[in-house]
């Protein structure tokens, strides 16, 4: 009985449960670490459910999150997280959860010795905001430094001063550095950030984060870390004009020392449109076959199908053929160095057509399309961190987008393609066997939907996918040369362009990772023995030049 009141959470990730006070004092001199680990934290409580959220230390080895009643939060449950990268848990059948007070803290162990920040109550909010994009209006390159504007985001009425965080990422480089933080007291006018770290390379890209929640000791601090790609996704990049010389910019008709501007703008310069070349991901002199990096793991799970990215690593769906495809595995193939970090049990998933990654809840969203999966509208969110499957979330047809301009969205079966993007912060869901997208809001729900022109070619349907601004959609038919398309346009209605990739097999899926478009193909051929070969490979779709 006493086992039953017990207060119980599932975590989904992996983390140790201990009462307050089990692991004694903590030794060793935290004031330093103390002084540098200022964090801030929000939760949201949703009936026996509670989402918290907090920003990363690179510096720490773990984090502890605490829980009590109103009156005591100290005397509570610790759980102890090992994850370095994590930034968001989730507790569920938690008893008033209302009424709990939960509080969170680093930890580094260093020469046996454990320091820990000091605790800090997270602030409840009724939806957990993360990073908005600004406008950009203006950049410029000087002798020494590089000046940076934009325009102010109004903050809502008692929400505080605006905080920006400007990231740097030098040519060449994968990863963003923090080189500096601006507070807006308030206004919505014209911001102003100069640059004056030096440039190892005369190339660079900036981008400006807006911090809508930012509790901390020390406001005017910057994390100086490194700061991964997943922090600036790339379909959030701002400020995207190459950082040159001068002498290089007036060269190509840029900006002169008077402010003016000659020549063609940056915009139309920079305009980027896919080629027909692509290369092959390539280890050890060979091009990469993704399968065989998982051995007897994928056993049975021959046909590739959906994959995306989150700038470390790409996430790849493989299918099982019998059962009429009910299982399917995915696979985490970590980028730097193309090894297989895990590959998840089997999911009931379906057919698993396309995946996207959503970097606000760390999540992996996958579609279905009829085939095993009968008339079932839903998609299914998976944990990207150890990859197992959370829910299932239905997606209801309202009646004013049902009955709306067209019978053929009365009978929809199922989703071939999904795709998040980031700056509209929207989902984009293609219907199985039509040419209609649905556009959904963060809860899943349809907003509008839109129809794109259709492909007088005999093609099939595939992944989609944003990149710099532009629509992208995957065709492909059966293990041909010829017939690997790739769709692209201006935003959902700008005029497509159809281009043809010179690639063997099958095109599955399309995927951003930085400032280049990669892509999945499904090989498969009979060699002379009559046994079908299977090959599963990433390829990087070049640029038009």
């Not at 080895?61 to 100290?74: F, H, K, M, R």
Request: glycine share 10%; aromatic share 8%.
């Amino acid at each position: 009985m006493m086992t039953k009141k017990l207060l119980t959470a599932l975590v989904l990730t992996a983390g140790l449960m201990l009462p307050a006070g089990a692991w004694g004092k903590t030794s060793g001199d935290s004031a330093a670490f103390q002084n540098d680990s200022a964090m801030y934290a929000v939760s949201r409580v949703h009936g026996d459910t509670v989402v918290l959220r907090w920003s990363r230390r690179n510096f720490a080895d773990g984090y502890e999150v605490s829980w009590g009643s109103s009156q005591n939060p100290a005397d509570g449950r610790i759980i102890r997280l090992r994850e370095k990268k994590l930034t968001s848990i989730r507790i569920r059948r938690l008893k008033n959860a209302n009424s709990l007070r939960f509080r969170i803290r680093c930890y580094r162990i260093t020469g046996g010795e454990k320091l820990v920040s000091p605790w800090i109550e997270t602030e409840k909010q009724t939806r957990i905001a993360g990073f908005c994009d600004v406008k950009q209006t203006d950049i410029r390159a000087k002798k020494n430094s590089v000046v940076l504007s934009w325009k102010g985001r109004r903050e809502k009425k008692g929400g505080g001063s605006g905080n920006y965080v400007v990231y740097r990422r030098e040519k060449g480089e994968s990863v963003w550095h923090a080189v500096g933080s601006v507070t807006d007291e308030g206004s919505s006018g014209q911001i102003r950030f100069t640059d004056t770290h030096p440039l190892k390379n005369r190339s660079a890209e900036y981008t400006v984060r807006h911090r809508q929640i930012f509790i901390t000791t020390r406001p005017d601090r910057v994390d100086t870390g490194l700061q991964p790609a997943e922090n600036a996704p790339s379909n959030q990049f701002l400020f995207r004009q190459g950082i040159q010389s001068d002498a290089a910019k007036k060269k190509t008709g840029g900006e002169t020392d008077g402010g003016k501007r000659k020549g063609a703008s940056a915009d139309r310069q920079m305009k980027w449109e896919p080629g027909q070349r692509v290369t092959y991901l390539k280890k050890k002199g060979r091009a990469l076959n993704v399968r065989a990096l998982a051995g007897k793991k994928l056993w049975g799970y021959y046909t590739t199908q959906g994959a995306c990215s989150d700038g470390n690593y790409v996430y790849m769906a493989f299918v099982l053929r019998r059962d009429n495809y009910r299982y399917a595995k995915i696979m985490k193939i970590r980028l730097r160095d193309l090894t297989c970090v895990r590959v998840s049990d089997r999911l009931a998933i379906g057919h698993a057509n396309d995946m996207t990654y959503d970097p606000e809840r760390g999540e992996l969203i996958t579609t279905a399309c009829n085939k095993g999966t009968g008339s079932r509208l839903y998609v299914d969110r998976i944990s990207a961190s150890n990859l197992k499957h959370l829910t299932r979330t239905k997606i209801r047809i309202p009646d004013s987008v049902r009955g709306a301009g067209s019978a053929r969205l009365r009978s929809v079966r199922g989703f071939s393609a999904v795709q998040y993007d980031g700056k509209s912060r929207r989902f984009y869901l293609k219907i199985w066997g039509q040419r209609a997208f649905f556009v959904l809001d963060r809860d899943f729900r349809i907003k509008s939907y839109f129809i794109t022109p259709g492909v007088r070619q005999d093609v099939t349907a595939q992944g989609i996918s944003m990149h710099k601004g532009k629509f992208l959609r995957a065709y492909s038919k059966a293990q041909s040369s010829d017939r690997n398309l790739v769709i692209c346009s201006d935003g959902t209605g700008g005029k497509p362009k159809t281009v043809r990739l010179r690639v063997t097999g099958e095109l599955e899926s399309l995927f951003p990772v930085g400032e280049e478009l990669y892509g999945t193909v499904h090989r498969r051929y009979r060699d002379c023995g009559g046994r079908d070969r299977v090959f599963s490979y990433i390829i990087r779709i070049d640029s038009k030049k």
